[in-house]
């Protein structure tokens, strides 16, 4: 059986992914690390334990992770998300506690203790991760693979022009987690848009299935609906992170993916965060990064459909 951590910021849409991992019986997730990110620490924390007492399926440990990120100060999505994550519904009274000790110490363990079985799905910023190779870069290259939900993959921006929100939070550590030596896996968010999204049809027919935890994913996005209401008119919510579970629990969704060199900017403000996918295509004046190593392989294209089947059928049975 495939062993996954899961370190996430916990806001809605984590929350979704978190929910889909926990309901399948195929994975057994085996801790969930909270980071700062759509919110502070302490909050993805209750966000995290009450999904995982709501979804009442697998009930992994969870472990308090990195309060900020590691050179710069805190950017949060609260405006997207609401204040709490979550919605702002009055959601989140979790009766679960977190685990005593810090989630890079837990990351550590568990990969030191399951070499080459641990898959870490981060879906929040990669502070937590970071800090893992950076203490230990040994033992993180026993990590079997790392799905990143960030980037703008080979779309635009959701926080700038060009940086998307998980890697702009902490791009150095973005840099640190890409460059480490262990096999990645992006999706980005130029594939979680449009059909992957959420539509008023499909979120009503969760609110119908009676199912808490359908219920659940659609009333902690009550933020996220009346934001897509405000910026585009319509009545749905794009769930990048719930998208990156989908690949990760259903090879069969993708549709095309290919190995590339990325590069994290750090350096200038205005392309802080930006990740600069080169997928070796034919360009006027030949790339100086042919001989730079392919660091990660790029989800380009998934089955929508399929996807949203998938994870209706989930949420719901």
């Not at 950017?75 to 702002?88: F, I, L, P, S, Y």
């Not at 934001?227 to 919510?237: A, E, S």
């Not at 802080?272 to 990064?289: E, F, R």
Request: hydrophobic share 40%; net charge negative; glycine share 6%.
């Amino acid at each position: 059986m495939r062993k996954l951590i899961i370190d996430t910021d916990t806001g809605s849409d984590d929350a979704v992914a978190l929910i889909m991992a926990l309901k399948s019986s195929n994975i057994k997730v085996e801790a969930i690390t909270t980071v700062c990110g759509n919110v502070p620490v302490e909050l993805a924390t209750n966000n995290a334990l009450m999904t995982v007492e709501i979804t009442n399926a697998q009930k992994p440990p969870v472990y308090v992770g990195s309060a900020k990120p590691l050179m710069r100060n805190l950017v949060t999505a609260v405006g997207v998300h609401g204040e709490d994550g979550m919605g702002d519904c009055d959601l989140i009274h979790p009766r679960l506690s977190p685990e005593t000790g810090h989630a890079v110490d837990a990351i550590l363990e568990l990969v030191n203790n399951n070499p080459n079985e641990i898959e870490i799905v981060t879906i929040g910023p990669a502070t937590n991760i970071a800090l893992a190779i950076l203490k230990e870069p040994e033992t993180m290259k026993k990590v079997k693979h790392i799905y990143t939900m960030g980037t703008a993959g080979f779309g635009r921006g959701n926080t700038t022009p060009v940086a998307e929100f998980n890697v702009y939070v902490d791009a150095e550590a973005y840099k640190v987690m890409i460059n480490a030596g262990i096999k990645v896996s992006i999706i980005g968010f130029d594939v979680c848009l449009g059909e992957a999204a959420l539509y008023k049809e499909d979120l009503d027919y969760l609110l119908q299935s009676k199912k808490e935890e359908a219920i659940f994913s659609v009333n902690c996005n009550k933020s996220l609906i009346e934001y897509n209401l405000k910026r585009i008119n319509q009545h749905m919510v794009d769930l990048p992170d719930a998208v990156a579970m989908g690949v990760v629990l259903w090879n069969e969704i993708m549709i095309e993916s290919i190995l590339c060199y990325c590069h994290v900017c750090v350096n200038e403000e205005e392309t802080y965060g930006q990740v600069i996918i080169d997928d070796n295509q034919h360009l006027a004046i030949p790339s100086k990064n042919k001989d730079k190593l392919l660091n990660a392989t790029v989800c380009k294209k998934i089955n929508n459909q399929l996807f949203k089947e998938k994870l209706l059928n989930l949420l719901t049975k």
